[in-house]
C-alpha cells in the first residue's frame, strides 16, 4: 500500500537555517523512489491550527517511506529543519487499491 510523508510546517524561525534545510533534504530522495505531490503550493486552512506550508510526498508503502526518512543523510538534513521552523510530521498509510 502506498504511504505519504506529510510535512507540515507551522512557523518559521530561522529561514536561512530552513533554506539550508530544504538545499540538504532535496537530495536525499536519490535511491528512495518517491513523488512529490505538493510543495509548498497555496495553503487554506478550513479546521485546525494555521500553517505556513505544506509537502505530501509519496512512497510505495510505509516501510520505504521510513527507510528514507531514517537515513543518515535525510537525518543531517532534519537537523536544520528542527533549528529553523517548527513542523508537524506524519505518515499516512494509503488505501489498497
Do not use: C
Not at 487554506?44 to 526518512?69: C, H, I, N, S, T
Amino acid at each position: 500500500m502506498s504511504a505519504y510523508l506529510i510535512f507540515i510546517r507551522n512557523t518559521t524561525t530561522d529561514p536561512e537555517g530552513l533554506a539550508t534545510y530544504v538545499r540538504k533534504a532535496g537530495p536525499t530522495g536519490e535511491g528512495h523512489p518517491h513523488k512529490v505531490l505538493a510543495f509548498h503550493g497555496a495553503v487554506e486552512v478550513l479546521e485546525g491550527d494555521p500553517a505556513e506550508a505544506l509537502v505530501m510526498v509519496q512512497f510505495e508503502d510505509m516501510a520505504r517511506a521510513k527507510a528514507w526518512y531514517e537515513s543518515p543523510a535525510y537525518q543531517d538534513a532534519k537537523t536544520h529543519r528542527l533549528k529553523s521552523a517548527d513542523y508537524r510530521v506524519l505518515l499516512v498509510e494509503g488505501l489498497a487499491g
